[in-house]
C-alpha cells in the first residue's frame, strides 16, 4: 500500500458559517493504480489534494504513506502536485530550468534523459523558451513535466486536461500510462468524463465531502443497463413504447430509454423501427460514465432535497 488517508473530516469557516469540504472521507492506492476522482463542483475533490500534499490539514483522520503515519513532510518528496490544471512553474524560467529547479526543492536527482523522454513523451515544442512564451496547453504541458521530473511515486493530477487539446490529452493519457507501468500512482481529477473513463480503471466519486462509489469502473458502469436509446421526438411527439420496457426519461430536449442488455435493445428497436423516421435524431450507444455518473450524483441530491 503506498498511500492511506483514514476517515479524514475538513471543514472551512467561511464568514459566519462552516463549509464541511470533506466528512470522514478514506482513500487508498497501491503503486501502479490510476484512480479517477469524480465529484461536482464543490464536492471536495481539491481539498482531498491539498490534504494529501500538506497545503492544508485536516480537523480529523490519518495520513499513512507507504504503512506508516505521516510525519514531517518528507513523502511530499515522492509526490508529483498539480492542483487546478495549473502548475507551479516559473514564468520567467524554461521548461527545461523550471525541471532543474523543482527537483532541487525534491532534493532528487535531475536525470537529463528522464526529462527528454517526458518532453518527448508531452511532444513539449520548446523546453528552451520561458514559460510566459508558451501557449496555455504547452504551459499546462511543461507543468505535467516539472510534477513528474523527480519520478513521483503518486501523482495527484487536479483537472490536468483543463486547456490541452485532443493531441495533448492522448499525450498525457500515454504519459500516465507509461508512469503507471513503471509503479507509479495516479489520482487524476476531473470534469472531463471520456478521459476519466478511457483511463482510468478505479473511480471514485464524491458529492458533498462524502464518498459515494470506490472500486472497479467496470462494476461502476454495470448498474443493470448496458445501453442507452437517446432521441429527439418530432412534431408527433415521444413514440409509445410499448409495455415492459419502461418510460423515455426526458434529458434536455432528448428522450433516453434505458436498456438492459444487447437482446433488449434489439426489441425495443424493433418494436419501435415504425415510429423511428418521424423522430429528428436517434442513437443506441452504450451506457457510459457520463450516464452512470449522472445517474449516481442526481440520485444524492434527489435525497438531500427529499
Ligand atoms: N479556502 C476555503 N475557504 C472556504 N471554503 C472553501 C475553501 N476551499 C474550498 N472551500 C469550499 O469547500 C468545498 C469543497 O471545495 P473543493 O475546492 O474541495 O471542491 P472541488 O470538488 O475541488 O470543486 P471543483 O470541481 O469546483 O474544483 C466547497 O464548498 C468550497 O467552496
Given at each position: 500500500m503506498l498511500f492511506e488517508l483514514q476517515h479524514a473530516s475538513k471543514c472551512y469557516q467561511r464568514g459566519a458559517h462552516k463549509v464541511?469540504?470533506?466528512?470522514?472521507?478514506?482513500?487508498?492506492?497501491?503503486?501502479?493504480?490510476i484512480l479517477g476522482l469524480l465529484g461536482p463542483n464543490g464536492s471536495g475533490k481539491t481539498t482531498f489534494v491539498k490534504l494529501a500534499t500538506g497545503l492544508c490539514d485536516a480537523d480529523a483522520g490519518e495520513l499513512r504513506w507507504r504503512g506508516h503515519p505521516v510525519s514531517g513532510h518528507r513523502h511530499l518528496r515522492e509526490l508529483g502536485v498539480?492542483?487546478?490544471?495549473?502548475?507551479?512553474?516559473?514564468?520567467?524560467?524554461?521548461?527545461?530550468?523550471?525541471?532543474?529547479?523543482?527537483?532541487?526543492?525534491?532534493?532528487?536527482?535531475?536525470?537529463?534523459?528522464?526529462?527528454?523522454?517526458?518532453?518527448?513523451?508531452?511532444?513539449?515544442?520548446?523546453?528552451?523558451?520561458?514559460?510566459?512564451?508558451?501557449?496555455?496547453?504547452?504551459?499546462?504541458?511543461?507543468?505535467?513535466?516539472?510534477?513528474?521530473?523527480?519520478?513521483?511515486?503518486l501523482a495527484l493530477l487536479d483537472e490536468p486536461t483543463l486547456g490541452l487539446d485532443l493531441l495533448g490529452v492522448d499525450k498525457l493519457e500515454a504519459l500516465v500510462r507509461h508512469g503507471a507501468g513503471q509503479g507509479m500512482g495516479f489520482v487524476i481529477s476531473s470534469?472531463?468524463?471520456?478521459?476519466?473513463?478511457?483511463?482510468?480503471?478505479?473511480?471514485?466519486?464524491?458529492?458533498?465531502?462524502?464518498?459515494?462509489?470506490?472500486?472497479?469502473k467496470s462494476e461502476f458502469l454495470q448498474d443493470g443497463t448496458g445501453y442507452v436509446l437517446q432521441l429527439q421526438a418530432g412534431p408527433q411527439g415521444a413514440p409509445a413504447l410499448p409495455e415492459g420496457?419502461?418510460?423515455?426519461?426526458?434529458?434536455?430536449?432528448?428522450?433516453q430509454l434505458p436498456l438492459r442488455d444487447h437482446a433488449q435493445a434489439c426489441a425495443a428497436l424493433a418494436c419501435l423501427q415504425p415510429q423511428l423516421p418521424a423522430c429528428l435524431s436517434m442513437e443506441l450507444r452504450p451506457v457510459s460514465l457520463r450516464d452512470r455518473y449522472r445517474k449516481l450524483v442526481g440520485e444524492q441530491d434527489e435525497e438531500g432535497q427529499a
Open positions: 464541511q469540504a470533506l466528512r470522514d472521507f478514506s482513500l487508498r492506492l497501491d503503486a501502479g493504480e498539480l492542483l487546478e490544471g495549473r502548475g507551479a512553474g516559473y514564468e520567467r524560467l524554461s521548461t527545461w530550468e523550471n525541471a532543474r529547479y523543482f527537483c532541487g526543492l525534491r532534493e532528487a536527482r535531475f536525470d537529463a534523459a528522464h526529462f527528454q523522454a517526458l518532453a518527448e513523451l508531452l511532444e513539449l515544442p520548446d523546453v528552451r523558451a520561458p514559460l510566459r512564451q508558451l501557449s496555455t496547453g504547452n504551459k499546462l504541458r511543461a507543468s505535467l513535466l516539472c510534477t513528474l521530473i523527480h519520478k513521483p511515486a470534469h472531463d468524463l471520456h478521459f476519466i473513463e478511457r483511463l482510468c480503471p478505479r473511480i471514485v466519486c464524491i458529492s458533498r465531502g462524502e464518498k459515494l462509489y470506490d472500486g472497479c420496457l419502461g418510460a423515455w426519461l426526458p434529458q434536455g430536449d432528448l428522450l
